[in-house]
């Protein structure tokens, strides 16, 4: 919700409604403009007073650091499951090695039987020796069984160092996966984690965004221009309202609010409906409704110094009575990183004159200017319509009173929902 959009309805509120205005004008009377605006504003601020309430920056910062943190966890998962997925490759240097070993193994194992073999060749040959062989015959035969039992006896093991060797191998790559599976699922569960830790920082620094003050900053100013102290029923006023940003910094979003009042009699009869507001984009001829209470356009960014005017177009029905007028002007603004404000509402009286009566009289300068532009400073209140106000009714100077006085409360402690 706009900051203006709730000042923009206590305006209307006060301005329309009997009850209301009556409420706000007994407790104007009683405690005063600048005692109302302070009240507003502690009333709206208590629930929300917390001195050990984490900053804006705190909370940032909190945020920052749990993206990193589920980033990281991402990192690590990603990694877990990479090298899980690598130890079922075959050119995985662990894999090479116990495919290696397991060559090895069979080699070994073959050469224990080939071993084997020999050895038996070699005591049937021992065996079968004819009763004629000599000594050195039988020496050579028993020396090939000897030899052949060492054979054996170094294949075997050669063959069971070669079996442990394989066994090792394939254990470290099981264990290799064991661990890279233990790891991805702690991983898995440091993500799930990291991402909830994460969608609560989130959430903290929106929420505060969102409820963060908005402030009232009077360097930006909004200002009317070519509307007469005169306006005649059945016409049509074209006026501008320029905006500039004397802050120090870029504005984001900066969107004027304009609103007009009249009441006409002793009675004090609301007449707001015979008036009709439009407002066109830079460069359009394109007109749009302002509704009732809302902004009357939309400029920006607007850099430091930047200034920008916007084209409005205010129509009274021919019907309309004579009456007494004046026109609500101010500003907000929306920035990207949550910080929020606006102006105070700067006043301009006229004249509703009847369709027969005169045409609006043109300013001595050229052109036609309002009476008053008077901006009611931060802490103080304008009590008062216009400093050189014209005959206007108590009603409207009692409306414009409580407007005044909820304008800089308003400001001061009104939240703004964003998106995030």
């Known amino acids: 919700m706009k900051l203006r ?78 090298l899980l997925d690598a130890l079922s490759e075959d050119d995985h240097p662990l894999v090479v090695a116990a495919a290696t070993a397991r060559t090895e193994a069979e080699a070994a194992k073959e050469a224990v039987t080939a071993a084997g073999t020999a050895l038996a060749d070699a005591e049937k040959a021992l065996r079968e020796l004819p009763g004629t062989a000599t000594e050195e015959e039988r020496a050579a035969a028993q020396a ?77 100013t909004s200002v009317a221009k070519g509307l007469p102290a005169k306006i005649t029923a059945g016409t049509t006023v074209d006026f501008t309202v320029t905006v500039t940003n004397g802050t120090a910094g870029t504005l984001d979003d900066v969107n004027p609010f304009v609103f007009f009042h009249a009441t006409t009699g002793d009675d004090y009869d609301i007449v707001d409906e015979h008036f009709t507001l439009e407002w066109a984009p830079e460069g359009s001829t394109e007109w749009e409704d302002v509704t009732e209470g809302t902004y009357a356009g939309s400029v920006g960014p607007l850099k430091p110094g930047a200034t920008e005017d916007v084209k409005l ?44 009566g005169p045409a609006p009289t043109p300013s001595p300068t050229g052109g036609t200017t309002p009476q008053t532009n008077t901006v009611t400073p931060q802490g103080t209140t304008n009590g008062t319509l216009a400093a050189t106000g014209s005959s206007a009714t108590l009603q409207l100077s009692a409306a414009a009173a409580t407007a005044v006085a909820l304008g800089a409360g308003a400001v001061l402690v009104a939240r703004r929902r964003r998106t995030v």
């Open 313 to 356: 177009r205010l129509t009274v029905d021919a019907k309309a009575p004579a009456a007494d007028g004046i026109a609500y002007v101010a500003a907000d603004y929306d920035n990207e990183d949550g910080s929020c404000g606006g102006n105070d509402m700067t006043e301009y009286d006229f004249d509703l004159l009847a369709a027969a």
């Open 144 to 220: 090939k069984v000897t030899e052949a039992a060492k054979t054996l006896a170094d294949a075997g093991t050669a063959s069971n160092t070669a079996q442990e060797k394989a066994k090792a191998a394939s254990k470290a790559v099981d264990d290799a996966r064991v661990a890279a599976s233990t790891e991805l699922h702690l991983a898995t569960v440091a993500v799930k984690d990291a991402r909830e830790a994460k969608e609560a920082a989130d959430e903290a620094l929106a929420d505060a965004l969102a409820d963060q003050e908005c402030v009232v900053d009077n360097d930006l």
């Open 5 to 82: 959009r709730i000042l923009a309805t206590a305006v209307v509120t006060a301005v329309t409604t009997p009850a209301v205005l009556f409420a706000a004008g007994t407790a104007l009377a009683e405690t005063g403009p600048g005692d109302l605006r302070t009240t507003v504003r502690e009333s709206a601020t208590a629930a929300d007073t917390d001195d050990d309430s984490p900053t804006i920056d705190k909370l940032r910062k909190a945020a920052e650091e749990a993206q990193k943190a589920y980033d990281a966890a991402l990192a690590r998962k990603s990694a877990a499951a990479a």
